[in-house]
Every structure is written in C-alpha cells, then in structure tokens.
C-alpha cells in the first residue's frame, strides 16, 4: 500500500460548482497534514495546513480524521483559476522533515 | 526578497553520465530539501540539508549524494545517471524550526537519453 493516496481524478467541474478531494495516509505516526497546489509546469506550493479541529481559507476547507487516517479538502464556489494538481502531503518527521506527497489529483474548471 | 533558485532550468544527459544540479534557498533559509517529480507523479523526498549536513533521506540509491556551503546553497549530485533518472528535481527551503513551511523553486527538468 501506499503511505499517501489520493482520488485518481481528473476532475472536470463547471465554474461555481463545489469538488471534494479525499486522501489516505498508511502511517500512524505522521506528524502533519498539508495540501499543495501545483499548477501545469511549475512548483507546487503550500495551499493550507490541515489540523484535526479543521480548518477553513476563504472557499477552502481542510479537514483531517486521525482515527481513519484520512484528510480531506473542499473547494466552494469553484474558479477557473483553481485548475491545479492538489498534492496531499504527510509529514513522517518529528525532527526537521521527512515530507510523503500523494501523486496528486487533477482539477478543470470549466467555463 | 529573493525566493528560491535553481540552475539550470534544463538539462540533457546521456545514461552514465553525471550531474550536478544546484539551488540556492530563500533569503534567511537555513535548511534546503531535494525532491524527485517524475511526470504524473508527485514529488518524492530525496535529502534534506541543514548545517552543512545530511539530515534525513528518503529512499534513493547512493548514487544520489548532496552538499550545503556555508552560505546555505545546496548540490544535488547523480553518478551513473539511468534512463529513469528522468525528472523534475525540486529544491525547496526552510527555516530550522519552522521546516514545515517550505517554498519551493522553480525546478531543473532532467532529460536522461
């Protein structure tokens, strides 16, 4: 199995709808939870932290269930401007970093 | 207020052959990480620099080793390069104590013929 999976996608959405993107991690001792955005031929960046309380930025919302080991993030009001590869990524590290990244899924947004 | 660098943005190398590829962190970044992209995956941890030394590693043979200078750059050297050596190298920095929060450059795009 592998330590982070993601949806296959792609996900082709009309403007304003609202996708949801799901990932699973393997290792119970992960540390912390991010998602990055990656747009076509660039670097990915930090999107947000994910935190077991949850946590909300604007039309993001990230949410992390320890116990299922699952983390999920949610995009309301979708823009053509969201079209990326959202990468979820675990931290294994409690000193310094040891970053897993999922393969990413893939999102249009369609006029 | 410089972000992250690296050189070159492009590379072609024949297999066997050996590269060096090179980044410069964020300015007042101590601590520079390499990752792997290969297309349609997403980055794999390689190494992680921090005061002029390996500090953690991911799961890569020895062919792939690294350097930090006083100034915080960093190398990411390949012996022996394999066809499947090809990919996006990523560099990304951070600050000791705050690793969690890492931007990162722009990419070198390794073709291996």
């Known amino acids: 199995r592998k330590e982070v999976e993601q949806d296959p996608g792609p996900f082709n959405v009309p403007e304003g709808a609202t996708v949801a993107f799901n990932c699973t991690y393997s290792n119970s001792a992960s540390q912390s939870f991010f998602w990055y955005r990656q747009d076509c031929r660039k670097e990915p960046k930090l999107l947000m932290s994910v935190y077991s309380s949850g946590n909300e930025d604007g039309r993001f919302t990230a949410q992390l269930n320890r116990a299922s080991q699952y983390i999920s993030l949610l995009i309301r009001d979708s823009k053509l401007s969201d079209s990326a590869t959202y990468l979820c990524v675990v931290n294994l590290g409690n000193y310094g970093q040891n970053f897993v990244f999922g393969p990413g899924t893939r999102l249009s947004v369609l006029p | 207020d410089a972000g992250v660098t690296q050189s070159p943005t492009h590379l072609i190398k024949t297999r066997g052959q050996q590269v060096t590829l090179r980044c410069s962190p964020k300015?007042?970044?101590?601590?520079v990480s390499w990752y792997q992209q290969a297309l349609g995956q997403g980055p794999q941890f390689i190494f992680q620099?921090?005061?002029?030394?390996?500090?953690q590693r991911g799961n890569f043979p020895d062919r792939f080793s690294g350097h930090q200078f006083p100034n915080y750059s960093s190398e990411l050297n390949v012996n022996a390069l394999l066809l499947g050596d090809s990919a996006l190298y990523l560099c990304?920095?951070?600050?000791?104590?705050?690793?969690?929060?890492?931007?990162f450059g722009p990419g070198t795009r390794l073709l291996v013929l």
């Open positions: 620099y921090y005061e002029e030394e390996e500090r």
């Open positions: 300015s007042g970044h101590d601590t």
């Open positions: 990304a920095s951070s600050l000791a104590g705050f690793q969690e929060t890492q931007y």
